[in-house]
């Protein structure tokens, strides 16, 4: 009979601990830097919302456009209104798998390396991306880091610097707290 | 007379460069856009969530990049990751609320209080979020 309720016991923790977790936040952070010539050309978006689900490792992020803030407020104008159009393409959104989710021990606190495919949509135009990250567990509470680059007029954005002062690849770093 | 004006020429063409490069890299620095000298539309958190629940192209169209003086109540106090002061505000009985980040923290509140904040409307993720906060009472 003890054999028969420890057995039970172990299955009931086994379950708990992959039990199904959605993590959010509304105050992730992207930085974007497109600095192609001597001037700096950077910002940070301090609102980026994201979700993800642990067990399926389904990954959301959404960020508005008009959340990027630049040092420059000039510079802040332009790239909303003569690259991003940014009236007409409010957000962009990134839905996706960190498809080796089931390497991630969230009942373990560490550094996992992950990986991360899917679509990302900018300016109205969908690519396909994958990139790696690592996800910090602390105190089982996840962080995303990663880097990725975006090639400008894959997206269809257009400008006359593009590949001169503006980098025709633009990188892009994410810090998401859970 | 031909030198004359040639120098004249190019001290103008200094002066307009200088003029530039101060715009370009000192003034649009040093000055960025400041909610509290804009004229903002009033409307409560529930009205400006259900208007983008509702319709969110033609909410855009109406409060995308304007400043909104927005009344409700404060559901949740936070700081981003930048340690900037946010403010959730609506109701706990709707799905989407209004998310501002404040750049004036005099006000004090608490949660459960009902406040007015001026704020520039960058659009809609999963709340209605709002920048550059101004907690006015």
Redesign the interface.
Known sequence: MKRVVLSFCFIAIGFNSQAQQVFATKTGQLFFNATGGDVKIAAVNNQTDSKFVSTTGQIIFGALIKGFKFENQLMEDHFNENYMESTQFPKADFKGYITNIKEVNFTKDGDYAIKVEGNLTIHGVTNKVSTEGVMQLKGGKPNIIGSFKIPIKQYGIKGSYIGEKIASEATIKLNCKY | MVKKLLIIGVIFAMLIAAAAYY???IY??K???DVNNESAISITSTDLTKAFLDNEQAA?QKY??QAIQVTGAVLDI?Y???H?K?VLIGSETEISNV?I?LKDTSVSFKIGDTILVKA?C??????I?L?DGVVKH
């Open positions: 715009y370009v890299f649009s620095v000055h960025h856009r855009n995308l990049n936070t981003d990751q930048s900037q946010t998310f980040t520039i960058n659009g809609f993720l999963s709340d979020v920048v």
